[in-house]
């Protein structure tokens, strides 16, 4: 059995440390807000806060997780098919930065360039991909 992380799992597992670790800035806030108990008392899952940052820092999460499953799923799956290459490899390390340059530019409201950083992470998805569906 192999016990060494490919570049292309250890980036996913970067980035799905990253993205598990997305909600701390807007929970933090919150208790700040509002104080330990409203924070924690809070049975019907409301999630309004005073900044818009940490709204925003909110959906560039969700954001986060649902592009995680498919980058999560073409990682493993070039993976079990043994396609890794250099250009799977640096499109696993792209995508992590793109994906972080998304978060923080979805978070601090900056237009543009949240959506080239979004368009760059979703290129190296399809690079992956196009790495699977040419074997």
């Not at 806060?49 to 969700?62: D, I, L, S, Y």
């Not at 290459?85 to 994906?99: G, K, P």
Request: glycine content about 4%; aromatic content about 14%.
């Amino acid at each position: 059995m192999n016990t060494t992380l490919s570049t292309e799992l250890y980036w996913l597992v970067l980035t799905t440390l990253m993205t598990a670790l997305m909600w701390v800035p807007y929970i933090v806030n919150r208790l700040f807000e509002g104080g330990l108990w409203p924070a924690l008392w809070d049975p019907q899952g409301e999630t309004a806060t005073k900044h818009k940052w940490a709204e925003r820092m909110m959906r560039a999460h969700g954001n986060a997780v649902e592009n995680l499953v498919v980058f999560a799923a073409l990682v493993l799956s070039l993976q079990l098919a043994g396609l890794n290459s250099e250009q799977t490899a640096t499109a696993c390390i792209v995508y992590f930065y793109a994906r972080l340059a998304h978060f923080l530019l979805f978070s601090f409201a900056v237009p543009v360039l949240r959506i080239v950083a979004f368009l760059v992470g979703f290129y190296a998805q399809m690079v992956l991909m196009v790495a699977l569906l040419s074997s």
